[in-house]
């Protein structure tokens, strides 16, 4: 399983809070360790998550991150 928080790059793209993870907001450590407790009190939560990770992360490489750059440009690049 993934813990991680929305303010970084690669949470948007890997990590479904509740699928293959959880997603918890900067700095809030009660929240973190919430999280970290839900995840480790759980063997059948941990490796369905587990199991989830892997999954999405070997369908990722370098023709999705250059496929998110080129998405992000276009839109930042775009008129408004």
Partial sequence: PVITTPDVGCAED???DGGNGRK???GMVAAL???????IQ????????GSRSRDRILQWGYRECVQGL???T???SAPQ
């Fill in 33 to 39: 360790a919430a999280a970290i407790d839900s995840i």
């Fill in 14 to 16: 890997l990590v479904i």
């Fill in 24 to 26: 918890v907001p900067a």
């Fill in 70 to 72: 080129l998405l992000a």
């Fill in 74 to 76: 276009k839109q930042i």
């Fill in 42 to 49: 759980s063997p059948d939560v941990r490796r369905d998550m």
